[in-house]
């Protein structure tokens, strides 16, 4: 049967800031992280990713092909731990930019701040159901009933996607457990589970390591919600007006990036080695394989409004914003389109 779930959802964790924190922490951004240098000059920027993950492999790909200083920018990686840290590095200037869920955006316009969206990282619902059972719950959903599923406590995206699938096909007694992180696979290889909601590189893991099956991948469950904005490169309306030039160089490094990824599989396998060493080179290639056949990573760098709305929707359902659509958590509001236009000319998509 076709299915009505979203095939592009995404809601990361969200630790949010106080209304009073984002405020202030927005008034003081000074835009320092990128240096006031003389045109033709290589600018400083520091980029803070939530986590280090394949999710943000265009980052890394950037940065290993030389993209970044190609186009006149010294990029720093600085890694927050989460994406509220990340967002709050950008709000208080110790970063040009942020890598998370696109929704702190939307939060900070809610609480009085002025987050914008310049260019995607994420473009896919990257999570997807495993276990030892071997049939596919792809087009019948209700072999679910009266299972365990692992998911990450609530708003984070497995908690999110499983909540929506519960209700969408109205399943009954879905028992949802939460686990530490890392230790999703070990529940359901010890019977504490029969399924796990994961991302990768821990589903090319369940696959290649602990004849684990993917029952369900939400990439592929449907076209309503094709696509979703799942991670994007995030500033201030305040940096990117002080720093045009810097903000330019960086988009335009992220759709190098993009086309890099989708015309040269094994040099983008190469990269994420390098960034992941601990990683069997099996379970990254097919992790960085999973995702590029998944459409993981955008084709372009533009946010698109449909992208957008598909977040949005899903955050507001779950209470992850006030209301949606909104003045403050509108397309219009909180995604900048003038330099990923720019690059996208230049830098024409590989499909």
């Keep these: 049967m076709r299915s009505p779930l979203p095939r592009r959802a995404r809601v990361l964790t969200l630790v949010a800031a106080t209304a009073a924190t984002l405020v202030a922490l927005t008034g003081c951004a000074s835009g320092s992280s990128a240096a006031d240098s003389a045109d033709g000059e290589t600018q400083d920027v520091t980029i803070n990713q939530a986590v280090q993950t394949l999710l943000y492999l265009p980052l890394y790909v950037a940065q290993e092909k030389g993209y970044f200083e190609d186009e006149g920018v010294n990029v720093k990686i600085d890694t927050g731990g989460s994406g509220n840290a990340s967002f709050a590095a950008v709000l208080g200037g110790s970063a040009g930019f942020s890598i998370q869920d696109p929704v702190f955006s939307a939060k900070s316009h809610e609480q009085g701040g002025e987050g914008v969206i310049v260019a995607g990282v994420q473009n896919a619902p990257a999570e997807f159901l495993v276990g030892k059972d071997d049939a596919s719950a792809q087009d019948d959903p209700t072999i679910l009933n009266g299972k365990k599923v692992v998911v990450s ?118 990269v994420a080695e390098k960034y992941f060493p601990k990683l069997d080179k099996s379970t990254v290639a097919s992790a960085v394989k999973r995702e590029i056949e998944a459409d993981g990573y955008p084709h372009g760098a533009t946010v698109t409004e449909e992208a957008w709305d598909h977040n949005l929707q899903l955050a507001a359902d779950i209470d992850n914003v006030k209301k949606y659509p909104a003045d403050a958590t509108s397309y219009d509001t909180n995604v900048d389109t003038t330099f990923s236009g720019k690059a996208e000319k230049s830098y024409p998509a590989k499909n």
Excluded: C
Aim: net charge negative; proline share 6%; aromatic share 12%.
């Design 153 to 270: 406590p609530s708003p984070d995206s497995t908690w999110a996607l499983m909540t929506k699938m519960i209700d969408t096909y109205d399943l009954k007694d879905v028992d949802l457990i939460n686990v530490s992180l890392g230790n999703e696979l070990a529940a359901v290889a010890s019977g504490q589970a029969d399924y796990a909601v994961v991302p990768e590189p821990s589903v090319s893991q369940a696959v290649d390591q602990q004849d684990m099956h993917v029952v369900y991948s939400w990439p592929a469950a449907g076209d309503e919600w094709n696509p979703f904005a799942f991670s994007s490169l995030t500033s201030t309306q305040k940096y990117v007006k002080a720093n045009p030039e810097a903000t330019q160089g960086v988009v335009n490094a992220f759709q190098r990036a993009y086309n890099y990824i989708y015309s040269d599989e094994a040099g983008t396998i190469e």
